[in-house]
């Protein structure tokens, strides 16, 4: 895997928060991986969960640290949900500017959710036909079977 460039990492505001050069709500961090409130939350108790290395997402982040940021993310969203009291969370992880990545320092989002909060999910749309659906899990597969 490679890492960012040494710019990259200089211009991060994630990497200076693990470098301790801006303060940050911190609340969790172990030698892999910080936890920290996000600044501008969906719901009180938005936390954001990254790797202290630098990587710009989940396509050149390393299983191993995947993995470790996974675990994090598990532990901190549970402690979410009972701060906060929410009736559940979402966890998700935005790559790249069209999926709405701001920052390029790959992070998980945890949103403490409620049943009256009104926030939206996206919205699905059904295939056309189950030929489409198909041609779709076929490029997929092959695309999976050509990285092996």
Not at 93 to 103: D, F, I, L, P, S
Request: hydrophobic share 35%; charged share 20%.
């Amino acid at each position: 895997m490679t890492h960012s460039t040494n710019t990259d990492q200089e211009n991060c505001i994630f990497c200076k928060i693990v470098a301790g050069e801006i303060a940050a709500s911190k609340v969790y961090e172990d030698d892999e991986t910080i936890a920290f409130l996000d600044i501008q939350p969906v719901n009180p108790g938005h936390t954001l969960v990254i790797p202290k290395d630098h990587f710009e997402n989940i396509y050149t982040t390393p299983v191993m640290t995947w993995m470790r940021v996974q675990m994090t993310a598990q532990k901190v969203a549970l402690a979410v949900k009972h701060a906060t009291d929410a009736d559940g969370v979402n966890i998700y992880m935005n790559n790249e500017a069209a999926a709405g990545q701001v920052v390029p320092h790959t992070h998980v989002h945890i949103i403490p959710r409620y049943n009256d909060d009104n926030l939206t999910l996206w919205h699905g749309t059904a295939y056309k036909d189950p030929e489409e659906m198909e041609s779709f899990a076929d490029k997929i597969s092959t695309e999976l079977k050509t990285e092996n």
